[in-house]
């Protein structure tokens, strides 16, 4: 039986599709690589590998000249969830609502990577909408688990989780309502980032639950995250929720490191008791225990309205949704029923035919925790227990630098295994939630296998701190080498 | 539990026609999430304030300074029916006979 997976002892003996975007940055800037062999060698991946992975929903050639000479991302191959807008390039959603919309302007991520002249290769697959935790939603293609193809990669940002972790692309970009970033990203054995509410504008992010979406990138370890983080951040007058606060310099933070015996780790005892599979629990502990050894603190913190994040995010969220998703009714963009016999018929009969069953499903659920009657018993309850669940964050930021917690409570699922019950689905989500409430950031990291397949490490940050968990990551990967074990493909 | 006439309601409320498998599905999918989701209802929240959003910014304000728009012929490029410059729509207003 072949490997299904290898662990390089370092960084050098990783084959160039799997190498850190920081080391190829290096190599083409020490001309030991060309941008035209770099572009040519992943093209070639993506053409040998992407018919088993399916990443990718389409290939484009954004690699314009034109860009900044210096800039980190210069000539690296990267790739877009396709939620994200590209000028004339479709973007779908991953809904055939969506499925010939071609954007007339670039997302702002867009826009500050293509300054960078990065090479965007091409738009990953997702759940319709962002909605879902498996990918398995996207009305256009299953993409697998690089890991195990009968396992699903995660979601929903699962196509550009795949991409990344196959050696499809240096980084990717996604975006996280409810894990969507750190899920996959756990699943497929890489680092995924949502950054804090606000830090990355969401102009051109077609929008699922607009209090909670945030774009973050995946990468390989978390001296790129810092890199992708530098490159995408800032505020942004196209987008009034972004923050006008200052810009850390990220990658700085990350080279700098962090001396563990400052540091003070809480761990939540909500996040660590019943239902996560023993496999993933040994790793986090194990991951904990490495931390300890490292000279780092640990205490006991509580989260105690933890156990109420699953019904407050999903009625929050599914609320926002059915009024985001109200814009998509035949007139302005996307498909349009072919028969009807009146404005009211083809928005329904459009609606209908376009929008797949989990979407109607979370549209269903939102409109009816909006409608009278049910407002104040689930929408309005719903945003007084957020408060909740922000100040359990606020009090246990008093005490400590960073929390650490699972990110799923499994490894990567099977294909069609929670898609007939919708809570078993939801239930995924578990750990990942809460954040996206509390608007904080958190990311994941790998650190470890169970059973063959990765597992994710959550650290969670306070507002603002992705500075702080970067150079907390990334010294942790000076001392351990979880981060450089890769499917074997 | 949620009727199949209130998912009807519901599904008219949002512009969506159902077929009657999905009608059903939806009725019993979402009895099933409203059930668990009701743990809510246990907290004592009479004196919280509801969180839209932890981090907003209120009342962002921008110079008003006229800047260049896209054409009119680009803003209609992605609609399903257009003659070039405007969304073509079905009649609304009913003309008399």
């Known amino acids: 039986m072949t490997e299904k997976y290898k662990k390089y002892n370092d960084i050098n003996e990783l084959p160039l599709h799997y190498k850190p975007a920081h080391v190829i940055r290096t190599m083409l800037d020490s001309r030991q690589i060309s941008p035209e062999e770099i572009k040519t060698e992943t093209l070639k991946r993506i053409a040998k590998i992407d018919n088993k992975i399916n990443s990718f929903l389409r290939l484009c050639d954004i690699n314009n000249d034109s860009g900044e000479k210096n800039a980190f991302w210069l000539n690296i191959p990267i790739a877009l969830k396709d939620n994200i807008a590209t000028k004339n390039i479709i973007t779908t959603a991953g809904s055939r609502i969506l499925e010939n919309h071609i954007p007339i302007f670039d997302a702002t991520v867009t826009k500050k990577l293509k300054d960078q002249n990065a090479f965007i290769v091409g738009k990953t697959n997702l759940d319709e909408f962002a909605m879902g935790s498996s990918t398995e939603n996207s009305a256009f293609k299953k993409t697998v688990n690089p890991w195990d193809y009968s396992c699903v990669p995660g979601g929903s940002s699962g196509g550009s989780a795949a991409a990344v972790a196959s050696g499809m692309a240096y980084m990717a970009l996604g975006s996280d309502t409810g894990g969507s970033i750190r899920q996959p990203a756990a699943l497929c054995g890489v680092c995924g980032m949502k950054p804090t509410y606000g830090r990355v504008s969401r102009y051109g992010l077609i929008a699922f639950a607009s209090s909670l979406d945030q774009i973050g990138p995946f990468t390989r370890d978390a001296v790129d995250m810092a890199h992708a983080l530098d490159a995408i951040s800032g505020h942004d007058s196209k987008d009034s929720t972004s923050s006008d606060s200052a810009v850390d310099n990220y990658s700085a933070a990350a080279l700098k490191g962090y001396d563990f015996k400052n540091l003070k780790i809480g761990i939540p005892e909500q996040y660590f008791t019943g239902g996560i599979d023993a496999g993933v629990l040994n790793r986090v502990e194990a991951a904990i225990e490495e931390f300890k050894k490292l000279g780092a603190t640990v205490v006991k913190v509580s989260l105690p309205n933890s156990k109420y994040a699953i019904p407050v995010y999903y009625l929050i969220a599914t609320a926002e949704a059915s009024s985001n998703l109200a814009r998509f009714d035949g007139v302005k963009y996307g498909f349009r029923a072919p028969e009807y016999k009146n404005l009211k018929e083809m928005y329904m009969k459009t609606r209908e035919a376009g929008f797949g069953a989990e979407v109607k499903r979370r549209i269903i659920l939102g409109t009816y925790a909006l409608s009278s009657g049910y407002y104040d018993a689930y929408y309005k309850k719903a945003q007084k227990a957020r408060t909740l669940i922000c ?19 499994s490894t990567a699922f099977k294909f069609n295994e929670k898609t007939s019950d919708p809570l078993a689905m939801y239930m995924s989500d578990i750990f990942t939630i809460s954040i996206n409430l509390a608007s904080i950031p958190a990311m994941s990291i790998p650190c470890g296998l169970s059973e063959n397949m990765p597992v994710g490490l959550q650290i969670l940050g306070n507002y603002f701190q992705e500075a702080k968990m970067l150079a907390i990551a990334a010294e942790f990967q000076k001392h351990t080498d979880h981060h450089l074990c890769m499917p074997a493909i | 539990m949620i009727s199949k006439d209130e998912v009807m309601k519901i ?14 599905l939806y009725s019993e999918q979402l009895s099933s999430l409203l059930e668990h989701f009701n743990q809510i209802q246990s907290l004592n929240l009479d004196d919280i304030e509801p969180t839209n959003n932890a981090l907003v910014n209120f009342n962002v304000l921008r110079a008003d300074i006229v800047e260049p728009s896209k054409s009119q012929r680009t803003i209609v490029s992605n609609a399903p029916e257009t003659d070039g410059k405007n969304f073509n729509v079905p009649a609304i207003i009913e003309t008399e006979e």
Do not use: C, R, Y
């Open chain 1, 391 to 409: 100040q359990d964050f606020e009090n246990a930021f008093k005490k400590v630098d960073v929390i650490l917690t699972p990110v799923t409570p």
């Open chain 2, 11 to 24: 599904a008219g409320l949002a512009m969506l026609e159902l077929t009657e498998e999905e009608v059903l």
